[in-house]
């Protein structure tokens, strides 16, 4: 194998699901162990977000929402394998997806340092627990009810505006 194809850089992206109840210090760990790993394989973030708490599609690891994060970069071919392994390993990452972008990148890559930047991952606010027969929908979480109040008594101001059809004719329009 010759020095250029040793050397040829790729073009990958990967998206990582953190567990929701993550802190800031770990999403920051486990975005350190892949900017690690990038480097050692000659290459280069060029860009990281933080997608922050999403629904998921389905329950992971019996959660319902997770944080999502996504990183583009360059680096030589085996980078996959690498950070794909320390990813496995971290307890708080609960899927990842790495993707091949280009399998050939050509000359100097700029990167904006802005780009790189990881934004903190916000505070979990916390969520109502439903019990059994809320999950199922018999019976309406207090949120629901609250919503449902709120929609009764905006009909009730708006029956009180409409005019009553049974009142006598002329009943209120000052009497000759």
Known sequence: ????????????????????NADNAEAERVNAKVTEVVSSFGGKL???????RRKLAYPIKRNARGIFVY????????????????LRIADSVLRFQSTLINPAVEGEVAVDPEDVKFTPVAPAEPEEEL??????????????????????????????????????????????
């Open 46 to 52: 060029l860009k990281l977000d933080n997608w922050g």
């Open 131 to 176: 019990s059994y027969e809320q999950r199922l929908g018999l019976v309406p979480s207090a949120h629901k009810k609250v919503q449902v109040e709120d929609e009764l008594s905006a009909l009730d101001d708006e029956l009180d505006e409409v005019p009553d059809l049974n009142a006598e004719p002329g009943a209120g329009r000052g009497a000759p």
């Open 71 to 86: 990183v583009k970069y360059v680096a030589q071919p085996g980078v996959v394998a690498e950070i794909e392994r320390n």
């Open 1 to 20: 194998m010759s020095a250029a194809a040793k050397l040829r850089l790729r073009e990958y992206e990967i998206v990582y699901v953190l567990a929701p």
